[in-house]
């Protein structure tokens, strides 16, 4: 016999989540499938745009002009050197009579061979020259080969050093706004995966446990409706605590009461024809033997 | 399931093809308890997911239009106001897309799930239909569901029920009408008292019985 209570405390279990796997499944499923699909597009938008602005902050960050590193200070007087011996011109020198290519122009008189130089050139191009180009005929000469000066030490510039720290200070920053924007980006990415799979497993989780709230009623009623099938009219128990289509199950309910008062209508119904016969003493009859089974096979079919 | 308009399934007094019930904008929410609470919950995470992407897209792009305008600004000093404007207004109209294609997701998910809890909330909508001709004790006959209707599982186990009630009912209804002509009938050799108080009391008892067996004949019907 069942307890007199219309509660009877069945828990949930998860083995029992997918109570009815077609219309769960189907119901899941399809949510999940058209989610992530309009993930799936609306993450091809996103990343579209991400990767957009992305680069387009790339480009502004890679024409960052950093400057160049001034070592030397061309605006500085160069340092002078020291004092070297005056650099006699190369003179050709001439051993015979004719004369010599004229050389430049003497530089200023003080030198004894620039004024040599001289003589004999004007002395080898006739009429032309004549007081400015004096022939000169050397007989003894001495070459004495003079290194040239070395160059003068460059000038480093006096902010070389807040030069360089400049310049790499804004590389540095360059390059970290450029991690930036990738990270930036790989954020967007990885937000995205995570925020799809989150909302496909949400939904199925969701879909699942929702479905379940319905499909557990109707599983709960689907055994009643078996037993009705059956000619068993069981006591009908309340639905567990958070279990949806409550209304629907207090209709199921009625329903079950009103085939429950027909049956009871008619054990009454023969009943009273079963005793008013054996008060007329037709028990007898067949007649009256069949209304017994029939009258005890309703009656078990309330127990 | 109590809340809709009117009941789409009224069951045919006679046989034959099942008349077909076509869906009706209308009667979309016939369950708005159970179709809403899911419908609501899907629009809220929808708005969430739809909010955290547009804000992170949006930091993307505005963060990329405040270097354009540093880059242009040095060159273009004159124009930067118009070129600021052009970047607030790529940025805004960014937003307005972003909304569009958020309400859009929204939209296309509740109306989804409108239809797919219409096409739970249909079904159970006609059986508790049936359930209350239950309660009455009628017990006529079932039409099936619609195509595209879900539960198809459960409404064939109702529907065997059903008819299983019915067919249990209707041979009751025709025994007990014969078991009533019987007991009219007199003689066959009863030795028992059928007369007077006793006769008149199964009498009553036995029209009883046969008011009783029309009346759940006609529920059958």
Known sequence: MPPATDNRAYKRSWKNLLINKRY????????????????????????????????????????????????????????????????EPAVPMATDGSAAPAPSPAPAAGSAGSAAGSAGSAAGSGDVVTEHHVKVQIEESEMVPVAPPPPPPPKLRN?????????????????????????????????????????????????????????????????????????????VYNLRKGDQLVEFYDHFKSAHAGVVANEKADIAAIKKVIESAEAAGLGARPAVAELRAMLARKEKSLE | MSNA????????????????????????????????????????????????????????????????????????????????????????????????????????????????????????????????????????????????????????????????????ATADADKLAELVVKLKEPGGGDEGDYRGEAKSQLTAALDDLGKHVEQRKKQLA
């Not at chain 1, 950093?66 to 650099?87: F, K, M, N, R, S």
Request: aromatic share 8%; glycine share 8%; proline share 4%.
């Open chain 1, 159 to 235: 902010d070389l050093l807040q030069q360089i720290a400049d310049h790499w200070q804004c590389k540095l920053v360059t390059s970290t706004n450029i991690d930036k924007l990738h990270a930036g980006r790989d954020r967007i990415l990885w937000v995205m995966i995570l925020t799809g799979l989150l909302l496909v497993l949400g939904l199925a989780g969701f879909g699942i446990k929702m479905t379940h709230k319905v499909a557990g009623p109707l599983f709960k009623i689907t055994l009643y409706l078996g037993k009705m099938r059956d000619g068993r009219l069981d006591k």
């Open chain 2, 5 to 168: 308009a009117s009941p789409p399934a009224a069951a045919p007094k006679t046989g034959g093809a099942p008349p077909k019930y076509k869906r009706k904008l209308s009667n979309y929410l016939l369950d708005a308890k159970l179709q809403l609470r899911y419908v609501l919950f899907v629009t809220v995470l929808s708005a969430v997911i739809a909010g955290a992407l547009g804000y992170m897209i949006y930091s993307q792009r505005h963060s990329a239009s405040a270097s354009i305008e540093h880059d242009l600004g040095m060159e273009f000093h004159t124009e930067m106001q118009d070129i600021s404007q052009k970047l607030d207004a790529d940025d805004r109209w960014l937003i307005y897309k972003m909304v569009g294609v958020g309400v859009g997701l929204v939209i296309i998910l509740s109306a989804y799930l409108t239809i797919m809890t219409h096409k739970v909330a249909g079904p159970l909508y006609k059986v508790s239909m049936y359930f209350d001709r239950m309660a009455d004790g009628k017990l006529g006959r079932v039409t099936p569901l619609r195509q595209g209707d879900m539960l198809q599982d459960f409404y064939q186990a109702f529907s065997d029920a059903h008819a299983g009630l019915r067919t249990r």
């Open chain 1, 24 to 87: 769960q499944l189907q119901f899941t499923l399809f949510m999940v499938g058209l989610s992530t699909l309009l993930m799936i597009g609306l993450g091809i938008w996103v990343m579209k745009e991400a990767n957009e602005a992305t680069n387009v902050s790339l480009s502004s960050e890679l024409g960052t002009n950093c400057g160049t590193i001034e070592v030397i200070d061309d605006t500085a007087p160069a340092v002078a050197a020291p004092a070297a011996p005056a650099q």
